[in-house]
């Protein structure tokens, strides 16, 4: 579970800064790389750090002896 974890942190971290470079430069990395944000190579991309983030959601409402016993090993 935990490389699962730190696989949709990681997808989760590129969505954010693709989305910061939309914001600040006006530049669509994932559509660049896929040759367009209608292309369906970027919709899946979209589509797994959109799932990523929604199993991060899940590390909010973790136990907290899970969180600890986890980074202890």
């Known amino acids: 579970m935990m490389f699962l974890d730190k696989i949709a942190l990681a997808l989760s ?17 994932v ?3 896929s040759g367009g944000s209608g292309t369906w190579l970027a919709r899946i991309i979209y589509t797994i750090v959109g799932l ?3 199993w991060c959601l899940t590390l909010l409402f973790r136990p907290e002896e899970n969180r600890t016993r ?4």
């Open 13 to 29: 971290i590129v969505g954010g800064l693709n989305w910061g470079l939309i914001g600040l430069l006006n530049f669509d990395l």
């Open 31 to 33: 559509a660049f790389i």
């Open 70 to 73: 986890h980074s202890a090993a």
């Open 52 to 54: 990523a983030a929604l």
